[in-house]
């Protein structure tokens, strides 16, 4: 994870394409294992809630089976 988050859009719609982007660049598999919701608050000191926001939308799309820890 080496992106930031920024005032451009919303902080979970950043976290959804921080994972879109690890997927297609390859730095994990669409089977591999995603940070979890703890970890990507961690990295840019926000609410897991909102991480976990980012999450499921990609899971609600189908994109991404996650299994995350709160």
């Not at 990507?40 to 609410?47: E, G, R, S």
């Amino acid at each position: 994870m080496k992106q930031t988050i920024d005032n451009s859009k919303p902080i979970f719609q950043q976290i959804k394409e921080q994972i879109e982007d690890m997927i297609m660049n390859d730095t994990i598999s669409e089977t591999g294992r995603v940070p979890s919701t703890n970890e990507f608050a961690k990295y840019h000191k926000i609410n897991p809630a909102t991480a976990a926001k980012g999450i499921n939308q990609l899971v609600e799309e189908g994109i991404k089976n996650v299994v995350f820890m709160l």
